[in-house]
């Protein structure tokens, strides 16, 4: 499904601030993989994320998606393949159309747009079907504005929006990182259902070691730009937090120290 290849990055080269972010990276999702990746402060998952969705370009390398080259493909033509949702509940949605408004946009990726109605009655059917699965009243609040809704409302409708129209690949940063511990756990269930429900090949970095272990297929440690462990099946679901505190000492030559992860 997704095959990388050989990619690196660094930000700012020759200058006082240069950060080699990734160092050689090679990496293949199968159909259908949940992989969550899971890392220190500077370890590169976000900017591998990042690389995948098209806001930064590797230095070298190749990121293949279903056999199609992305590497140099810009990130509004990525979209049309991607899901994506962001660790800021502000940013998937626009707060200044109703809630059936951004589910329109979202329905309508990848398609031209006409000069046809905006939403049909039998899409408004759907959006209704698809709201109740988040079981949080918004079915009947089809004509409400997104900015009047929660942090946690709004989550979970850009997730309910990035997998409306099935893509070929979910990214999932960090996105319940700015939610309290109730809404987050709500948004990943939500996640779960959604994931199996269509099958869909996901890629979710996340700080919290215990949703690292609990949701997925397969997990990704990554340090200092680099992939240091990488397990699926059968020995991911045996993994305790203990297990990875030990492997993250061993590739990385000292203690863990990333508070927001251990409190996490």
Request: glycine share 10%; aromatic share 4%; charged share 25%.
């Amino acid at each position: 499904m997704l095959v990388l290849s050989g990619i690196s990055k660094t930000f700012d080269p020759g200058t006082i601030t240069e950060k080699k972010a990734l160092s050689d990276i090679n990496l293949t999702l199968e159909d259908g993989d949940f992989v969550t990746v899971i890392g220190g402060n500077g370890a590169g998952k976000s900017t591998l994320l990042n690389l995948i969705a098209g806001v930064h370009m590797p230095d070298c390398g190749s990121i293949q998606l279903d056999g199609m080259e992305l590497s140099s493909m810009k990130e509004h033509m990525r979209a049309r393949y991607l899901g994506r949702v962001f660790q800021d509940p502000m940013m998937g949605t626009a707060a200044n159309m109703e809630i059936e408004e951004n589910l329109a946009m979202a329905y309508r990726r990848g398609k031209k747009r006409g000069l046809g109605w905006g939403i049909l009655q039998s899409e408004r059917a759907l959006y209704r079907e698809k709201l109740a699965m988040l079981d949080l009243g918004l079915e009947d609040r089809l004509r409400s504005k997104v900015g009047l809704l929660s942090g946690g409302q709004r989550q979970a409708l850009t997730l309910l929006m990035s997998t409306l129209r099935k893509p070929r690949l979910l990214l999932l940063d960090e996105h319940t990182a700015a939610l309290d511990p109730k809404t987050a756990r709500k948004v990943l269930e939500l996640t779960e259902t959604f994931v199996a429900k269509d099958h869909l090949t996901t890629f979710m970095v996340t700080h919290n070691m215990n949703d690292a272990i609990r949701y997925g297929n397969r997990l990704i440690m990554m340090n200092a730009g680099h992939i240091v462990y990488d397990v699926k099946g059968e020995e991911k679901k045996k993994l305790q937090v203990s297990d990875l505190l030990a492997k993250f000492g061993a590739v990385s030559g000292g203690e863990f120290a990333n508070d927001r992860m251990l409190l996490g």
